[in-house]
């Protein structure tokens, strides 16, 4: 299924205090497609979300999205282009109810002005309403985000991105701390997305992997060790001496 | 707005809040003015005076809750912007006495003519006017804030080293305010006013009528401040308190909102300055102590961060045991204020407002209870 590519990372380098987080890695996602990236820890799967969002600039290399040269904007710019991100850690604002946490994801004008004569329209309240039930929130929807379980903290910070509906999700580690239960339905959840916007998820559960069903990218210090499907990664041989020889 | 569309935007604290600050506002003045002295129920002109001060520091107290308690803006600098529009109305009142200071200097007042200054500076000239000094009450808080906050946030200054800076501001302003030569009067100020709009400043009337006017500031600002809290707006700046950089990652431009938001305390604060210099009948270069900024904090913490009418109310009683305290026990004043700081912190991290019931209706502060910096990025 290659369709055009949507998000292109060419020979991206970024170095903490000489340390090379990212090592001239290369990457590109298309439109509609969902990614899986797996690692190591410390393979520098975070640090590339922080460069898509602008969170950190890389100090070499190119990072486009569409037409937008993203190493020149910063995260509100991209994020308003189309660039959600759920974070490693659960970040949803934990002393807002659960419905108020997707209002305030929900796309529309983000200007300060706007914002104080906010109304919302019964449409939006349905747009809501549905999210709260595609993220099985429904009777917390009044709750305070913090009393939420951790595996819930995770479906409202997706739910939160599905509000944005951006064209690009990044999802860092979405079923760190569920269940198996929860970790099946965040996949299944995470494909229904898939249908409509790319997608690109960081996670170390193997099993969530294979359940999402989808080309796999294996970056180990800081650059591309393998791409391919989760099968053919997993006989890889550098794969292999990268995983156990740690 | 009917009764029913007030009580959700105040809450039922804030309700009961704004009731007995009007009871207070038309009851004070009134029992004053229209009861004989020595009778059960008049209330002496010390009072009134003492009284009208307290709303002005529960004014101040609102605006520093209005950005650290909801945006989570420590600001140590509030004192600068309260002094300010202190400074404005001082002005005013300069001009005001005219041809009835000692040296009789129709243009030019007392401390000017002592200098051997020969013409009114430029930067003086307007203040004859009262519409033109209330502008300016607005507009130097304002502005200040709003050159400070554009480069702070612009920068990403947070937390503890924004605090840090907003005291140099304060710090800074201080120490021009006390040159002569900056033409406000260096140490000793502005002060012996003799009327505003025509009233003696000393005049129980006036007295009353300036208590009135500073319960109706802090009730009018009370409910702006609840209006901006309760919108979509209020919500993005509890947002950016507790999550910076998801806020941020929504797509919303932080810098502004925090802008926005630091620039209308600051006004607040400054209206507060302006109704507290005809009270007290003097502003001087102290005000911009940075112990003052503080001890502004410290009310707002005291009384309940993130509530408004806590913040309020912790003024006042504070100020009022300060009051006391400085007549019984001189000495002890520092200690105790000192000593509050630090109970409040560990035990009672949501103030006098958090012993009472129905605080529940407010946002709940973050777990962290009072942290000087941001919530972790
Ligand atoms: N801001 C920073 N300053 C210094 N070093 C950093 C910074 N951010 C990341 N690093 C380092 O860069 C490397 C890559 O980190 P990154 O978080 O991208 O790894 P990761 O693949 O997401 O790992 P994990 O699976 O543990 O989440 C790590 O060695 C980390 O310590
Ligand atoms: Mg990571």
Redesign the interface.
């Given at each position: 299924m290659t369709t055009e590519t949507l998000l292109y990372l060419e020979d991206v380098s970024v170095s903490f205090d000489g340390f090379k987080a990212l090592n001239n890695l290369n990457l590109d996602v298309g439109s509609n497609e969902m990614r899986a990236v797996i690692g190591p820890n410390g393979a520098g799967k975070t640090t590339m979300m922080d460069v898509i969002?602008g969170?950190t600039r890389p100090d070499e290399g190119r990072v486009s999205f569409r037409d937008h040269a993203l190493t020149s904007m910063d995260?509100?710019a991209i994020?308003?282009i189309g660039i959600?991100?759920k974070?490693q850690k659960p970040?949803?604002?934990?002393?807002?109810s659960v419905w108020?946490n997707l209002?305030?994801?929900m796309t529309a004008n983000?200007?300060?002005f706007a914002?104080?004569?906010?109304k919302l329209t019964a449409d939006q309240r349905d747009n809501i309403q549905s999210t709260l039930e595609r993220i099985n929130l429904v009777p917390s929807s009044q709750n305070?985000a913090?009393s939420l379980s951790h595996g819930q903290k995770q479906w409202l910070e997706i739910g939160?991105l599905l509000m944005?509906q951006p064209e690009l999700l990044l999802v860092d580690e979405p079923v760190a701390g569920m269940t198996d239960a929860e970790t099946e339905k965040t996949a299944a959840l995470l494909r229904d997305i898939a249908k409509g916007s790319a997608v690109v998820v960081v996670e170390h559960d193997m099993d969530f992997i294979r359940a999402l069903d989808v080309r796999v990218t294996v970056l180990h210090e800081g650059s591309v060790l393998a791409e391919g499907s989760l099968d053919s990664v997993q006989n890889n041989q550098r794969v292999i001496e990268v995983y156990l020889g740690r | 707005m009917s009764a029913q569309s007030f009580m959700p935007l105040l809450g039922r604290a804030g309700f009961i809040f704004l009731a007995l600050l009007t009871v207070v506002g038309i009851g004070v003045p009134t029992l004053n003015l229209f009861t004989t002295p020595g009778s059960l129920l008049h209330v002496p002109d010390y009072v009134v005076t003492l009284g009208g001060k307290y709303l002005c520091y529960a004014l101040l107290a609102l605006s520093v809750d209005l950005v650290w308690g909801y945006c989570g803006i420590l600001s140590l600098g509030h004192g600068a912007f309260f002094a300010l529009g202190g400074y404005a109305m001082g002005m005013y009142m300069m001009r005001q006495i005219g041809a009835r200071g000692v040296y009789g200097n129709a243009e030019l007042p007392d401390f000017m003519v002592f200098l051997n200054w020969k013409t009114l500076p430029w930067y003086w000239h307007g203040f004859e006017y009262f519409p033109f000094a209330i502008l300016l009450v607005v507009l130097a808080p304002g502005v200040l804030a709003f050159v400070f906050g554009w480069f702070a946030f612009r920068s990403r200054v947070t937390g503890v080293y924004l605090s840090i800076i907003t005291q140099a501001m304060t710090y800074a302003l201080l120490l021009a305010f006390f040159r002569n030569d900056m033409g406000f009067g260096g140490n000793n100020g502005l002060t012996d006013f003799k009327d505003i709009l025509g009233f003696p400043v000393q005049a129980a009337g006036t007295r009353a009528a300036l208590f009135l006017l500073s319960a109706l500031a802090l009730g009018t600002c009370f409910i702006a401040a609840r209006v901006?809290v309760n919108?979509?707006?209020g919500?993005?700046i509890?947002?950016i308190r507790?999550?910076e950089?998801?806020t941020?990652?929504?797509?919303?431009?932080?810098e502004?909102?925090k802008l926005?938001i630091f620039v209308i305390s600051a006004i607040m604060a400054g209206v507060a300055g302006a109704l507290y210099v005809p009270q007290v009948g003097i502003i001087n270069p102290s005000e911009f102590a940075p112990s003052n900024s503080i001890e502004a904090v410290i009310w707002a913490a005291f009384g309940g961060r993130g509530t408004l009418w806590g913040a309020a109310l912790g003024a006042i009683v504070i100020n009022a045991v300060k009051s006391y305290l400085t007549g019984a026990l001189p000495n002890a004043w520092l200690f105790v204020l000192g000593g509050l700081a630090i109970v409040v912190t560990i035990y009672m991290p949501k103030g006098l407002a958090g012993l009472f019931a129905g605080w529940k209706t407010f946002?709940?502060?973050?777990?962290q209870a009072i942290d000087l910096g941001e919530a972790a990025e």
């Open positions: 969002t969170k995260e509100v994020a308003n959600g991100r974070f970040t949803v604002f934990e002393s807002h108020d209002e305030l994801a983000r200007s300060t914002s104080l004569y906010w305070l913090g939160m944005q | 901006i919108s979509k707006f919500k993005i509890i947002g507790d999550a950089s998801r941020r990652f929504l797509g919303y431009r932080v502004h909102f926005f946002p709940t502060m973050p777990k």
